[in-house]
C-alpha cells in the first residue's frame, strides 16, 4: 500500500488490498468514479462503457434488452444490451478458444512423458538383459518380469507425477494466474481433483510406456541374455 503504478495516462496510489471468496474477483481494481472521469482535465461524468441491469425475477429479459436499445437507438451512442449468459458468453469467446488450444498443449506434454518415459524404459531393459535371464533361470516366470518391469515404468512415471503435481500447485497457489476478457475473469486455482487429475494420468503413462518393453523383456531368450555383454 501506498505504491504508484500508471495504467495509461492514469496514475494511481495503492490504498488498500482487499481479499475475496472468489479468486478471480481479486485481479479487479477498483477505484473512485470521479477520479477516473475528471482526470487529466477531463469532463466524462455520466459516461461509462458498461451498465448492469437488475431485473425482476418474472422479468422478460429480451424484450427489456430491446427496449433499451429501442430508446437509445437515436442518442449520441448506440447501446448493445444483452442477457449476462450471452455477454460472458461472447465475451468468453477467445478464452474458450485458447482454453482449447492449451488442451492441445497438454497432450502434446502428455505425449513426450510417455515418449521420454518409454525411452528410459527400454534403455533399463536393454541394460539388464542378464538379470531378467537370471531371474527367469531361479524360476521367475515371463509373466513375473512383465510384473517387474511394468511396476518400474509406473514408479519412475508416478514419481515424476508426484514431483509435477507439487510444483504446479504451488506455482498456482502462489501466482494468482488468471485470464480476462471485459470484465469476465477466469483464475486458475490449485484443487484435489486437479492434482487426482495430474497423477491419474502419470500413472497411466507409466502404464502405456511400459507395456511394450515389459513384453519384450518377458519374451526375450534366457539363453541369448545370458551371453549378452
Known amino acids: 500500500m501506498g505504491d504508484k503504478f500508471s ?12 481479499d475475496a471468496d472468489d479468486p478471480a ?14 482526470s487529466k482535465g477531463m469532463n466524462l461524468v455520466g459516461t461509462v462503457t458498461q451498465l448492469e441491469v437488475l431485473l425482476d425475477g418474472a422479468a422478460d429479459a429480451d424484450l427489456i434488452c430491446r427496449n433499451i436499445d429501442g430508446k437509445y437507438l437515436a442518442g449520441p451512442v448506440e447501446t448493445d444490451t444483452r442477457p449476462k449468459g450471452v455477454f460472458q458468453a461472447k465475451s468468453l469467446g477467445d478464452l474458450t478458444e485458447l482454453i482449447g488450444m492449451t488442451h492441445y498443449l497438454g497432450l502434446a506434454c502428455v505425449g513426450l512423458v510417455l515418449a521420454l518415459v518409454a525411452t528410459t524404459t527400454v534403455m533399463s531393459v536393454q541394460d539388464r538383459i542378464q538379470e531378467h535371464s537370471v531371474l527367469q533361470t531361479m524360476g521367475y516366470s515371463g509373466g513375473k518380469v512383465f510384473q517387474l518391469v511394468l511396476a ?6 508416478v514419481m515424476g507425477g508426484i514431483l509435477g503435481v507439487i510444483v504446479a500447485m504451488c506455482v498456482l497457489q502462489l501466482s494468482s494466474l488468471s485470464v480476462g476478457a471485459e470484465a469476465v475473469t477466469i483464475a486458475f486455482t490449485p484443487s484435489f481433483t486437479l492434482a487426482g487429475t495430474g497423477l491419474a494420468v502419470a500413472f497411466l503413462t507409466g502404464i502405456l510406456a511400459g507395456v511394450m518393453p515389459a513384453w519384450q523383456a518377458a519374451r526375450a531368450d534366457i539363453v541369448t541374455g545370458l551371453r549378452h555383454v
Not at 495504467?7 to 482487499?18: K, P, T
Not at 518400474?152 to 512415471?157: F, G, I, K, N, P
Request: charged share 20%; glycine share 6%; net charge negative.
Open 25 to 38: 474477483e481479486e485481479n479487479y481494481i477498483y477505484s473512485h468514479l470521479d477520479f477516473l472521469q475528471r
Open 152 to 157: 518400474e515404468s509406473v514408479a519412475l512415471s
Open 7 to 18: 495504467i495509461g495516462d492514469l496514475s494511481v496510489v495503492i490504498a488498500g488490498i482487499f
